[in-house]
């Protein structure tokens, strides 16, 4: 756990250059189910907002990589452009953030699309 949370802040720190200061209601670390032509996972996906900008970082513990995503909110739902840890874009995302800690959408790339569901957990 550890391990996870290390990485979690280190993702963190090196994805969030556009967020000088997030403080959004939806802001939070959230366990996600993820599923795919791959199978189902359990990923962790850190969430942060300022204003109609959100960031999310996702964590794949099981193999130990990270990438992340920018876009914008409209209202409970945000959607942009997902990034590899060395800035290379690579596809999108669409999530929805519920009023009661609950996370689902889709992320998507030339040759995968991952459904998640979740909720937040910090």
């Known amino acids: 756990m ?3 949370l290390s990485l979690a802040v280190i993702a963190i720190v090196l994805s ?3 967020l000088a200061v997030a403080g959004g209601p939806f802001d939070g670390a959230y366990s996600v189910a993820a599923t795919s032509s791959n199978g189902q996972f359990l990923d962790y996906v850190v969430v942060l907002q300022n204003g109609t900008q959100i960031v999310l970082t996702i964590l794949y513990p ?3 990589t990270w990438f992340y995503g920018v876009g914008a909110l ?3 739902t945000g959607s942009g452009t997902l990034f590899q840890p060395n800035s290379a874009s690579f596809g999108s995302f ?3 953030l519920g009023p009661d800690g609950s996370l689902s959408g889709t992320l ?3 040759g ?3 459904n998640l569901s979740g ?4």
């Open 2 to 4: 550890k391990r996870v």
């Open 16 to 18: 969030v250059p556009v």
């Open 62 to 64: 099981d193999v130990g």
């Open 74 to 76: 409209n209202g409970n």
């Open 94 to 96: 669409n999530v929805t």
């Open 108 to 110: 998507t790339d030339a």
């Open 112 to 114: 995968l699309t991952v």
């Open 119 to 122: 909720s937040r957990i910090l």
